[in-house]
């Protein structure tokens, strides 16, 4: 018996296209594993990640940023006001935002939600476009109007 593949972009999209947000689907032949690999056909300084992380109180939390800045833990800890926070396991991750590593957009199942502000340097911001094999191009006042982050540097 085949097993169908969740088209996770699929969901993004309808998601998209209910809260009226404007986007563009960019699809690669292979999943994006890399800023590098991404960069051959977007403007690197344009992509950013979202992470899920969880803290010491069990709560998931979804932290963007660019995808180039690494992130301070010393930081999100200080923010979230929690012991410790820890990247989530794969499972974690679907379980939690509705995507799979690699392919997570902003806008998933978390409401936990911290933005470096260096994310609003660009107008326009490409993340995770639900599969790993996909990126979405977003206006990024969309993502802080729609989103409603808390906007903080925790960037190292």
Known sequence: MTQIKPNYSETLR????????????IEFDEPVRTVEEAGRKVPADRIIKSIVLIGSDKKPVLAILP???????????????????????????????????GGVPPFNKINRILLDPTV?????????????????ELETEDILKFLDPIIADFST
């Open 120 to 136: 609003q340097r660009n107008s326009k911001s490409i993340a995770g476009g639900g599969d790993p094999d996909k990126l979405v």
């Open 14 to 25: 309808t998601t998209l296209v209910s809260k009226g947000i404007w986007h563009r689907f």
């Open 67 to 101: 995808a180039r800045n690494r992130m301070s833990y010393k930081k999100i800890k200080t923010l979230l006001k929690v012991k410790d926070v820890r990247l989530a396991q794969p499972d974690e991750v679907l379980e939690h935002s509705g995507y799979p590593i």
